[in-house]
């Protein structure tokens, strides 16, 4: 009876309810392609050069290169600053000889031994950190402790406790690597979305699975950003140590390179050396650093390019 009630009231409402206005018809002309401005058009060549970021990095070098010998021609004193052309010269016959890239070769063995085991000696105090709560005290004390103190600095008790060697050469590597690391990735670590170590956690994942399949991928941005400072430092440290105590278990690296040129007064193969470092970093830079870097964070699609 409600239904029935219910129903007739509805239909008596619709009858008595004022007819909707109609809607008067609008009639659009066509208008040409013409009259719009532009929507797309092809990019021109210069636009399309200036998009290659290897191209503008390029430019800039050249730009430099060019204030460089121009400079130095101003100057006209060998003794203090080559041209570019000479430092070139030099560079070539250091390469042509072998002899440069022998000790480039000698530092950078040395240095991937250094960088090698602080990133090791990193992950285990990243981990005991990020797992126990001992681990983060002993992370934050001996970061505080020794992350100021310069790995230069060092060098003196190396030399007592490690001899004139690589060891001594590796130690100092190991402190400019280790605390870098460890603070980027205990950083990166700490500031994991909380959701998905729910995740990690509700699907069982405990210690080293835990840290390995949620934390490391979660925070990789920051560890390649440790990665990168302490390369940075550590190349740095190295050539720093060559230049203090220069041969290495009978064999001298860049560092001795450029302090043999020194005494010498070979100002152009002393420059030759310092390019030689800026090459290497660069090389390191933007070929090791930006492939992992493409084909991680950015393909997951945590950094944009």
């Known amino acids: 009876m409600d239904n029935v009630t219910h129903m007739s009231r509805v239909r008596l409402h619709a009858e008595t309810a004022p007819e ?50 121009g400079y130095a021609r101003w100057l006209d004193n060998p003794l203090i600053f080559p041209t570019f052309l000479a430092t070139m010269g030099a560079l070539f016959d250091g390469i042509v000889s072998g002899g440069l890239l022998q000790m480039s070769w000698t530092s950078l063995r040395v240095l991937l031994v250094g960088y090698g085991v602080g990133i090791l000696l990193a992950s285990l105090l990243t981990v005991l950190a990020i797992t126990t709560r001992i681990g983060t005290d002993i992370l934050e004390t001996m970061t505080a402790m020794f992350n100021p103190l310069p790995a230069i ?42 959701t998905l170590k729910m995740v990690g956690r509700n699907y069982g994942l405990r210690g080293l699975r835990y840290v390995f399949a949620i934390l490391i991928p979660a925070a990789f941005a920051s560890i390649l950003s440790g990665l990168k400072i302490g390369w940075a430092f550590a190349w740095r440290t190295l050539i720093a140590a060559e230049l203090v105590f220069g041969v290495s278990s009978g064999s001298g690296g860049l560092g001795w390179f450029i302090y043999q040129n020194k005494n010498m007064l070979e100002i152009p193969s002393v420059f030759a050396g310092l390019f030689m470092v800026i090459l290497i970093g660069l090389l390191v830079e933007n070929v090791v650093f930006s492939t992992l ?8 699609g945590m950094q944009n390019s």
Do not use: C
């Not at 590796?170 to 402190?175: K, N």
């Open 153 to 194: 600095a060092l060098l003196p008790l190396a030399l007592i406790w490690f001899g004139l060697g690589e060891a001594s050469l590796v130690f100092v590597l190991v402190h400019s690597v280790l605390w870098a690391v460890a603070l980027n990735t205990h950083s990166g670590f700490l500031s994991v979305s909380p």
């Open 293 to 300: 870097e493409r084909v991680t964070v950015r393909r997951w």
């Open 20 to 69: 909707a206005p109609s809607r008067p018809e609008y009639y659009s002309e066509p208008v040409a392609d013409e009259s719009f401005g532009v929507v797309e058009k092809p990019l021109s060549r210069w636009e399309r050069l200036t998009r290659i970021g290897a191209l503008r990095k390029l430019f800039l070098l050249v730009l430099l290169a060019l204030i460089w010998e």
